[in-house]
């Protein structure tokens, strides 16, 4: 089992910045590749960032070049950076754990393991 734990959410203004942070409990072997993904109310949920166990990074269109996902093997935690935040970026946010060493493409689905959420929220 693993148990994923975000924390960092918060509300800001337009243009400013969060970090996301995320740590993971359990075999590690459970969490080889990990993302974040929002979901806000009436939509479906979006992939923001993905990991693998190489270290490469992908990213949404929607948030290239104003987040940066990463993570710390040492202490079993994944971070996101959010730079230039939107009003559009409001969303519950949240971590995700997958056995697989990588997804080409990522698919949701395949996260074998969820943390709680961290609501974020950005006014204009």
């Known amino acids: 089992q693993v148990q994923l734990v975000e924390s960092g959410g918060g509300s800001v203004q337009a243009g400013g910045s969060l970090r996301l942070s995320c740590a993971a409990f359990?075999?590690?072997?459970?969490?080889?590749?990990m993302g974040w993904i929002r979901q806000a109310p009436g939509k479906e949920r979006e992939g923001v960032a993905y990991?693998?166990?190489?270290?490469?990074?992908t990213y949404a269109d929607s948030v290239k070049g104003r987040f940066t996902i990463s993570k710390d093997n040492a202490k079993n935690t994944l971070y996101l950076q959010m730079n230039s935040l939107k009003p559009e970026d409001t969303a519950m946010h949240y971590c995700?754990?997958?056995?697989?060493?990588?997804?080409?493409?990522?698919?949701?689905?395949?996260?074998?393991?969820w943390g709680q959420g961290t609501q974020v929220t950005v006014s204009s």
């Open positions: 995700a754990a997958s056995p697989l060493y990588k997804m080409v493409p990522v698919v949701l689905e395949k996260y074998k393991s």
């Open positions: 359990g075999y590690s072997w459970n969490f080889n590749s």
């Open positions: 990991i693998d166990s190489d270290g490469t990074a």
